[in-house]
């Protein structure tokens, strides 16, 4: 852990090279100076990222990422600052510093999907990212005492599945139920004993995984449950394991990583009209 103040920079980044996945899956790798100072412990991991609006080389942000970050973005014009997204840090290296963010495809609609969709190398970014690894841009945090985890997601949350399940600790089982839009979206998660894992693929139709999570005969105990993905998917699962199941809510962390209908835009207006207090992520 490095001592720097503040958990959160700036890192303004450039595409070093982009690919295909899957079907509705785009890798855009980043590099870039900045990426030297990146620090994180992994899991689900969000960064903030800035997309140029169009005509723009690269986008606009306030000069500093310090704790009043998001009101210097706020005042600046909304038709030329940066356009505010989240994502996960799917994965980060060194030597060459490297920073590789797994986009979900969903059509022409979103600015960040599109962005994705036609990023070629060169291109820039920029994120507010973690330069400790205490910097709470990471939501999953079992008990010590937890008997055994329990994952809801779907493919916009895989990087951090995938993120979670390289961090557990071993002997802690985990059963992970995910569906993603299309078959070939599936992928080889990191491998470790007692890891269930159940795949489904949405095929245009509504997310399965609240039936199948409710009609499961699950282990004995309490687990520590973490689920994300879209809103309605994410409430559902969260009924059934706090109101039928009667799990302690305190032991189930729910984040919506979107919600069908809305941008995210729509949703930060949401949320600042509710007088929340607008953090990363916690849009639900
Ligand atoms: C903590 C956190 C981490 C996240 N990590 C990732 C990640 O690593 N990879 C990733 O792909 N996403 C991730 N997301 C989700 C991502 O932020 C949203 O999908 C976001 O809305 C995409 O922005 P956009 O500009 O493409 O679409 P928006 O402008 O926000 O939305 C445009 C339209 O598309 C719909 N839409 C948005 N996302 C999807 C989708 N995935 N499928 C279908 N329709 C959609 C909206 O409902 C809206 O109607 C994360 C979200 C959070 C909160």
């Given at each position: 852990m490095t001592?720097?103040?503040?958990?959160f920079r700036f890192f303004h980044l450039h595409v070093l090279r982009?690919?295909?996945?899957?079907?509705?899956?785009?890798?855009v790798t980043f590099g870039g100076e900045d990426l030297k100072a990146f620090v994180s412990d992994g899991r689900d991991q969000r960064l903030k990222l800035f997309f140029p609006q169009p005509g723009q080389d690269e986008p606009v942000v306030p000069v500093e990422a310090g704790d009043d970050w998001f009101a210097a973005w706020m005042a600046i014009d909304a038709g030329e600052r940066g356009i505010m997204r989240t994502y996960t840090a799917r994965d980060a290296r060194r030597d060459p510093d490297e920073l590789d963010i797994d986009f979900a495809m969903h059509g022409d609609t979103g600015p960040a999907s599109r962005w994705a969709a036609n990023a070629v190398p060169g291109a820039r970014l920029v994120a507010i990212g973690p330069q400790r690894?205490?910097?709470?841009?990471?939501?999953?945090a079992p008990p010590k005492d937890a008997p055994w985890?329990?994952?809801?997601?779907d493919e916009t949350a895989l990087p951090a599945v995938?993120?979670?399940l390289r961090w557990l600790p071993g002997g802690l089982p985990a059963h992970v139920w995910l569906s993603v839009a299309h078959d070939g979206d599936r992928r080889e998660l990191p491998g470790r004993a007692g890891t269930n894992v159940r795949w489904f693929v949405r095929n245009g139709s509504g997310d399965p995984i609240p039936e199948a999570i409710a009609a499961a005969d699950l282990p004995e105990g309490t687990p520590y449950a973490w689920i994300a993905g879209e809103a309605s998917m994410v409430r559902a699962v969260r009924r059934n394991l706090v109101r039928d199941r009667g799990y302690d809510r305190k032991s189930v962390t729910f984040t919506g990583y979107w919600r069908r209908g809305a941008t995210?835009?729509?949703?930060?207006?949401?949320s600042l009209a509710g007088q929340e207090p607008h953090l990363p992520g916690k849009d639900d």
């Open positions: 001592t720097s103040e503040n958990p982009t690919e295909q996945i899957g079907p509705g899956f785009v890798r690894t205490d910097n709470g841009g990471a939501d999953f985890v329990l994952v809801a997601a995938e993120g979670i995210d835009d729509d949703l930060l207006v949401e």
